[in-house]
């Protein structure tokens, strides 16, 4: 599975920036997704999760309210929209997936996926 992540950019605090990443794998709707990010000198940090199937999506405390994650499968692509961005928010985000697996599964740790993407650069200025 390649993954394709696009829309990163510079934007000015409370503004907004929506990624994409697109998967190269035909059975999409299979895969969880996640995003990550991982600002300098800093670990890589779980953002938000989705089920295959787009019914279940969990969020980290720190996008709660803030990040939104959806998925559309008939173009292979998940999205997360940020508001209301912070200079703390500043990172390299990453999509990642894992599957087959059923469709109400996501997962929320690193080690939970196997295909990850090339990072899109998020820098929020305050």
């Known amino acids: 599975v390649q993954l394709q992540a696009s829309g990163g950019g510079l934007v000015q605090a409370g503004g907004s920036l929506r990624l994409s990443c697109t998967a190269s794998?035909?059975?999409?709707?299979?895969?969880?997704m996640g995003w990550f990010r991982q600002a300098p000198g800093k670990e890589r940090e779980f953002v938000a999760a989705?089920?295959?199937?787009?019914?279940?999506?969990y969020y980290a405390d720190s996008g709660k309210g803030r990040f939104t994650i959806a998925r559309d499968n008939a173009k292979n692509t998940v999205y997360l929209q940020m508001n209301s961005l912070k200079p703390e928010d500043t990172a390299v985000y990453y999509c990642?997936?894992?599957?087959?697996?059923?469709?109400?599964?996501?997962?929320?740790?690193?080690?939970?996926?196997?295909?990850w993407g090339q990072g899109t650069q998020v820098t929020v200025s305050s």
């Open positions: 989705i089920s295959g199937s787009g019914g279940i999506t």
């Open positions: 794998e035909s059975t999409f709707s299979t895969y969880g």
């Open positions: 990642a997936a894992d599957g087959p697996r059923r469709s109400s599964w996501y997962g929320s740790h690193a080690y939970d996926y196997d295909y």
